[in-house]
């Protein structure tokens, strides 16, 4: 039971291939590309998770206005 509860809180706060890609208006198979060009920084903890402050990086970086 202590490890389900451990995985669980490790995973609290970082977000889902499928989060990300409803969020970016993308395809899930497009973040995976992302993240396998290493433009999207992510862990892989079972599946691909990726923090917010990640993810805020990547949209600032892809933004024009400095």
């Given at each position: 039971m202590l490890k389900i509860i451990g995985y669980a809180m490790l995973l609290k706060g970082y977000l889902t291939v499928e989060q990300v890609a409803k969020q970016l208006g993308l395809s899930e198979y497009r973040v995976r590309q992302l993240?396998?060009?290493?433009?999207i920084r992510a862990t892989k903890i079972g599946q691909w998770r990726i923090k917010p402050e990640d993810l805020k990086e990547f949209i600032k970086s892809r933004c024009n206005l400095k």
């Open positions: 993240i396998r060009d290493k433009q």
